[in-house]
């Protein structure tokens, strides 16, 4: 029984996987990497294949996760600052001091920002 010699390194058919998960068709990922459709078509066909493609797919939605709590985090820390500031210009408004005009002007943007921010993070 004569073993199987592979023409492309595992790497190849890892980045074919990785375009094929992404939804690119077998035409365009035979351009970009300049492999022949039918190897690729013999590839989508393979067990092989498959699981690279189904382990690509959970590595993009592990990937997309950790930037979604990335950004998460970032912006309930910016919200509490923006909070913060807020309240602190309202004690200074509720004591009857005066603000300085670009206090008061980085007091809408934040105001503002904090807005955004609270309807991103569906607050």
Same mark, same amino acid.
């Given at each position: 029984?004569?073993?199987?010699?592979?023409?492309?390194?595992?790497?190849?058919?890892?980045? *074919?996987?990785?375009?094929? *998960?992404?939804?690119?068709?077998?035409?365009?990922?035979?351009?970009?990497?300049?492999?022949? &459709?039918?190897?690729? /078509?013999?590839?989508?066909?393979?067990?092989?294949?498959?699981?690279?493609?189904?382990?690509?797919?959970?590595?993009?939605?592990?990937?997309?996760?950790?930037?979604?709590?990335? &950004?998460?985090? *970032?912006?309930?820390?910016?919200?509490?600052? /923006?909070?913060?500031? $807020? $309240?602190?210009?309202?004690?200074?408004?509720?004591?009857?001091?005066?603000?300085?005009?670009?206090? $008061?002007?980085? *007091?809408?943007?934040?105001?503002?920002?904090?807005?955004?921010?609270?309807?991103?993070?569906?607050?």
């Amino acid at each position: 029984m004569s073993e199987c010699v592979r023409s492309h390194p595992y790497s190849v058919r890892r980045k *074919a996987c990785r375009l094929y *998960a992404e939804r690119y068709p077998l035409t365009e990922v035979s351009k970009i990497l300049k492999i022949p &459709v039918t190897t690729l /078509y013999n590839w989508s066909r393979d067990n092989d294949f498959k699981s690279l493609r189904d382990e690509v797919e959970l590595d993009l939605r592990g990937d997309l996760q950790s930037m979604r709590n990335t &950004v998460v985090t *970032a912006l309930n820390r910016t919200l509490r600052v /923006y909070e913060k500031l $807020a $309240a602190r210009i309202e004690e200074h408004l509720d004591k009857g001091e005066l603000i300085p005009e670009e206090l $008061a002007a980085l *007091a809408l943007a934040f105001e503002r920002n904090s807005n955004v921010l609270l309807r991103l993070l569906g607050k």
